[in-house]
């Protein structure tokens, strides 16, 4: 299945607060590809110099709802070189008709030596699936 999400990070310590709070510090576009046997590929609009695509796991935890793991590399946009990983773990809730999710989402970020840099932030999204868009024409 293929989904397209939009991501909204909030600094650290504020999980419950609303965006008219002043907390968020982004909101991210998102493609996101789940496969069977739990195998998953996102990349972002952040842009290719900031992160590489994120690879990970998924698994069924309950009746509609997900957990998912993925990582990926961090590199600097002016100089290309890695600054470490970033690691998201989030739950996912399936709507009813299987067409849309909601997750709450908890993001780690990791320096090249593998330490943790400052705390954790977290992230609530939304996703639809990507419908297919058949062509008329015939080859």
């Given at each position: 299945?293929?989904?397209?999400?939009?991501?909204?990070?909030?600094?650290?310590?504020?999980?419950?607060?609303?965006?008219?709070?002043?907390?968020?510090?982004?909101?991210?576009?998102?493609?996101?590809?789940?496969?069977?046997?739990?195998?998953?590929?996102?990349?972002?609009?952040?842009?290719?110099?900031?992160?590489?695509?994120?690879?990970?796991?998924?698994?069924?935890?309950?009746?509609?709802?997900?957990?998912?793991?993925?990582?990926?590399?961090?590199?600097?946009?002016a100089t290309g070189t890695s600054?470490?990983?970033?690691?998201?773990?989030?739950?996912?809730?399936?709507?009813?008709?299987?067409?849309?999710?909601?997750?709450?989402?908890?993001?780690?970020?990791?320096?090249?030596?593998?330490?943790?840099?400052?705390?954790?932030?977290?992230?609530?999204?939304?996703?639809?699936?990507?419908?297919?868009?058949?062509?008329?024409?015939?080859?």
């Amino acid at each position: 299945m293929s989904w397209q999400l939009t991501k909204a990070q909030h600094a650290p310590g504020s999980e419950n607060e609303t965006p008219e709070e002043g907390q968020w510090i982004s909101e991210i576009r998102e493609k996101e590809m789940t496969r069977m046997r739990g195998g998953m590929i996102e990349t972002s609009n952040t842009g290719t110099t900031r992160r590489g695509a994120a690879l990970g796991q998924w698994e069924r935890i309950g009746n509609d709802l997900f957990a998912t793991s993925m990582w990926l590399f961090r590199f600097d946009p002016a100089t290309g070189t890695s600054l470490g990983t970033q690691e998201i773990d989030r739950t996912m809730r399936l709507s009813a008709d299987g067409e849309s999710f909601t997750a709450v989402a908890v993001i780690h970020v990791f320096d090249s030596d593998g330490n943790q840099v400052g705390d954790a932030l977290h992230a609530t999204e939304v996703g639809t699936r990507l419908a297919i868009n058949r062509n008329p024409d015939q080859p």
